[in-house]
């Protein structure tokens, strides 16, 4: 699972997304997938294909009536007013967990390159954006930045400075219809808190005790005086 994922939904091997939302979203407006398709700047062909995929995998979504006394069009089915319900709801549940749901270290900052610096903190050092006017910090995390990893498959800790990585075990796990809630002990004050996809939680196997390694963008870090 990649760190900064938006709400999906899967069915069959095909992926909903925000665009695809979108482009429901446009059909209703304007009761035309062509039109819908020039609404939002994208091929009619396209927009036309990728519905009948997510139809293969999700069922009806678009009703199409040919010209005649009343004029053609495209209206959305019952089911498709569902599925973007259901997605609204995944959303609207996963930023309200990643707003809220963050890791916070107390540091001190070490080094600064530009806005970037080095602070040293209970779980090792961390790249981070940092303030210029203070050395004692406070990291903060969101819980949708991190990427959790099977401890052979992690990047290397010297990969990239752009990249931090703390190892750990899994303290928990919270699941949700798609999305879960992971903690991840990795000798902080406060465990470190990574939000994962239904897939990616069965790929990795989570479970508690489970070694894992998080990664985490330095550009995805945030230093506050503290």
Same mark, same amino acid.
Request: hydrophobic share 35%; glycine share 8%; with cysteine.
């Given at each position: 699972?990649?760190?900064?994922?938006?709400?999906?939904?899967?069915?069959?091997?095909?992926?909903?997304?925000?665009?695809?939302?979108?482009?429901?979203?446009?059909?209703? @407006?304007?009761?035309?997938?062509?039109?819908?398709?020039?609404?939002?700047?994208?091929? =009619?062909?396209?927009?036309?294909?990728?519905?009948?995929?997510?139809?293969?995998?999700?069922?009806?979504?678009?009703?199409?009536?040919?010209?005649?006394?009343? %004029?053609?069009?495209?209206?959305?089915?019952?089911?498709?007013?569902?599925?973007?319900?259901?997605?609204?709801?995944?959303?609207?549940? =996963?930023?309200?967990?990643?707003?809220?749901? @963050?890791?916070?270290?107390? !540091?001190?900052?070490?080094?600064?390159?530009?806005?970037?610096?080095?602070?040293?903190?209970? /779980?090792?050092?961390?790249?981070a954006l940092v303030?210029?006017?203070?050395?004692?910090?406070?990291?903060?995390?969101?819980?949708?930045?991190?990427?959790?990893?099977?401890?052979?498959?992690?990047? /290397? !800790?010297?990969?990239?400075?752009?990249?931090?990585?703390?190892? %750990?075990?899994? /303290?928990?796990?919270?699941?949700? @219809?798609?999305?879960?809630?992971?903690?991840?002990?990795a000798g902080t004050?406060?465990?470190?808190?990574?939000?994962?996809?239904?897939?990616?939680? @069965?790929?990795?196997?989570?479970?508690?005790?489970?070694?894992?390694?998080?990664?985490?963008? /330095?550009?995805?870090?945030?230093?506050?005086?503290?």
């Amino acid at each position: 699972m990649d760190a900064d994922f938006d709400a999906r939904l899967r069915a069959d091997g095909v992926t909903f997304t925000e665009r695809d939302a979108r482009l429901l979203d446009a059909v209703d @407006e304007t009761a035309s997938i062509h039109a819908a398709a020039d609404a939002l700047g994208r091929s =009619y062909s396209r927009s036309h294909t990728r519905i009948t995929d997510l139809e293969a995998a999700f069922g009806s979504l678009v009703e199409r009536q040919r010209g005649g006394a009343g %004029g053609g069009g495209s209206r959305l089915t019952e089911n498709a007013r569902e599925t973007l319900a259901r997605f609204e709801r995944l959303r609207a549940g =996963y930023s309200s967990i990643a707003e809220t749901t @963050e890791t916070v270290l107390d !540091g001190r900052v070490e080094s600064r390159t530009g806005e970037l610096g080095t602070v040293s903190t209970a /779980a090792g050092r961390v790249r981070a954006l940092v303030p210029p006017d203070t050395d004692e910090v406070q990291v903060c995390l969101r819980a949708d930045a991190v990427t959790l990893h099977a401890p052979d498959d992690a990047p /290397a !800790g010297d990969a990239t400075s752009a990249r931090n990585r703390f190892e %750990g075990t899994v /303290a928990s796990v919270d699941r949700g @219809e798609a999305v879960s809630l992971v903690s991840v002990e990795a000798g902080t004050d406060t465990p470190v808190f990574a939000l994962v996809t239904e897939d990616s939680r @069965e790929r990795l196997d989570l479970r508690e005790g489970r070694s894992v390694v998080a990664s985490f963008k /330095a550009t995805a870090t945030r230093a506050t005086p503290r």
